[in-house]
């Protein structure tokens, strides 16, 4: 007896029930084993030597995956103890024996059998940069126990250099750009797209001895000096950047005390940025060392000096504004101070390293207006050292000059840089974004290892994309065909 038309039809639906269902639990197993079995990571390691301590950073990647955009994540932060490298002048080998106890941390992490294929720079910023302007073969020699140093470690060491002022800002804006995932952005379709220039954002860095501002202006960059022209994934971007040597965080309070040594002879010094109650020494040999310090030494350099906190914001400011010089720039639109060309500020940025670090301590990293954190700053001003004192936890060695970096700040980037009320809640003050600290080191890696394509590839990974809506689109089948079924077996009465 052949098969009545129902259960023809009943047992078609159920046979696709079957097959689609089948299908689905195929790809979902596919996927699964892309997702569960760890695809080959990479890693890679960045020393960022600073004018006052050193940190290294390890990277990691999944192999497969290292054109991409935004997959590069930080693994380890490490902070080497002790001072910057260029402190090392009197004794170099412990310049590189200072950076032991990092490494071992680094390369625990790494699989030993990666080691040799994990790649290990050193970048040295102001700090080095300082000390081979004042005296060259000392930096040489720093250079050269460093390269010593970590050339007998394990892993594929590719050198250490001095950056230029000008790549230390265009590295950072290109860290921050690619973990924000600005350079280039997949669509939902598994296609890449651009997202609008506008939506670049700009970097401001401080270190120690200098500060950078990076930006892709709104017009054409007038001065060559401080254009760079990046091409990433296929597109030439035309940035703005410079960076101020000597404007970094520890040079200007050298240069601030200085100032104030210069205008109060007396064996006391009145400071009107350390908070009032404050007393302590100074050594005047460790200021005038500083090769930031240009104004003449007294004659006798082994006397100590007391420094008297005078808690008074608005003297502090003044004291500030003398380290610049505006005057070069008066009437100019388009020049930032010292005679620097400038195009007005445009877009979003982000403000990290001592800008964050000083912001964060004051409690004013939550984008609070331009009126709040000008007031809070002056109200820590006038605070009483005792108070300040007794409300922070623990060891600061910064604690008495939060006042000082608070105002600076405040006056590098409104009277200096051009912000404004209005243009101050663009700027985010953070320290990570997406668990990455934000500095140069990762655009340097990116750079180095040419993790950053030139040209847009021609076509980006869309499988994985693909086997999802292949899953989705049988899952629904399945679906329809076993409701199909059901309809059948309960609507089509049998004969
Ligand atoms: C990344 O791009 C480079 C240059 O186009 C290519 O040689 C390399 O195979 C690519 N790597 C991966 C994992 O796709
Ligand atoms: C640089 O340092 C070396 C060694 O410390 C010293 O001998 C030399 O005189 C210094 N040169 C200058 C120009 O200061
Ligand atoms: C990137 O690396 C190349 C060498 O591979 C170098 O010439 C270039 O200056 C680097 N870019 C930046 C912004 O440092
Ligand atoms: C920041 O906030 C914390 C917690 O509210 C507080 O203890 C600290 O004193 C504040 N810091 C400053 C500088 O006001």
Redesign the pocket.
């Known amino acids: 007896m052949g098969l009545t038309r129902r259960e023809q039809v009943l047992r078609a639906l159920l046979g696709a029930a079957a097959a689609s269902g089948l299908t689905t639990l195929i790809l979902i197993l596919v996927e699964a084993t892309n997702v569960l079995l760890p695809a080959d990571i990479k890693f890679g390691i960045v020393f960022d030597a600073g004018s006052s301590h050193t940190s290294l950073f390890v990277y990691q990647w999944p192999?497969?995956?290292?054109?991409d955009t935004g997959v590069v994540s930080q693994a380890l932060a490490c902070q080497v103890k002790g001072p910057g490298i260029s402190s090392y002048t009197s004794d170099p080998a412990q310049a590189g024996e200072s950076l032991k106890g990092c490494l071992e941390e680094a390369l625990a992490l790494i699989p030993k059998a990666q080691h040799q294929e994990t790649p290990m720079f050193l970048g040295a910023t102001a700090g080095m940069r300082l000390l081979s302007q004042k005296n060259s073969s000392q930096a040489r020699d720093i250079f050269a126990a460093v390269t010593q140093f970590l050339s007998q470690s394990p892993v594929d060491f590719r050198g250490a250099e001095l950056l230029a002022g000008q790549d230390e800002g265009a590295l950072g804006w290109i860290t921050i750009n690619y973990v924000l995932g600005m350079l280039v952005q997949y669509s939902f379709s598994g296609e890449w797209i651009r997202p609008p220039e506008g939506m670049l954002v700009g970097a401001l860095d401080m270190g120690g001895a200098s500060t950078q501002i990076t930006f892709v202006p709104g017009g054409p960059i007038l001065d060559g000096n401080t254009q760079t022209t990046l091409r990433l994934y296929g597109l030439d971007h035309s940035v703005y950047t410079h960076s101020y040597l000597c404007f970094g965080r520890d040079q200007m309070l050298n240069r601030l005390l200085a100032g104030l040594v210069q205008s109060s002879p007396a064996p006391l010094v009145r400071h009107p940025c350390y908070h009032s109650g404050y007393q302590g020494t100074l050594s005047l040999a460790s200021l005038y060392a500083s090769p930031c310090v240009h104004t003449t030494a007294p004659l006798n350099l082994t006397r100590n000096l007391t420094v008297e906190g005078t808690g008074n914001p608005r003297a502090c400011v003044s004291a500030i504004r003398d380290l610049f010089d505006f005057l070069s720039c008066e009437g100019r639109a388009d020049c930032a101070f010292n005679g620097v060309y400038q195009p007005p500020v445009r877009g979003q940025f982000y403000a990290f390293s001592n800008f964050y670090y000083t912001l964060h301590f004051l409690n004013l990293t939550s984008r609070q207006p331009l009126a709040t954190v000008n007031t809070s700053v002056w109200e820590f001003c006038q605070r009483p050292w005792k108070l300040v004192e007794a409300s922070s936890t623990g060891q600061d060695r910064w604690l008495r000059d939060y006042c000082a970096s608070g105002l600076y700040i405040l006056t590098l980037l409104l009277e200096g840089y051009g912000f404004t009320e209005d243009t101050w809640p663009n700027i985010e003050f953070r320290k990570q974004a997406g668990g990455t600290d934000i500095g140069w080191t990762l655009g340097y890696m990116l750079n180095l290892t040419?993790?950053i394509?030139a040209?847009a590839?021609a076509q980006w990974?869309a499988e994985s994309y693909s086997i999802w809506v292949a899953g989705v689109v049988f899952m629904v089948l399945t679906l329809v065909a076993i409701l199909g079924a059901a309809a059948v077996q309960l609507f089509w009465p049998q004969d």
Do not use: C, V, Y
């Not at 192999?63 to 054109?67: H, I, L, Q, S």
């Open positions: 192999a497969d995956k290292e054109n040419n993790m394509l040209e590839p990974r």
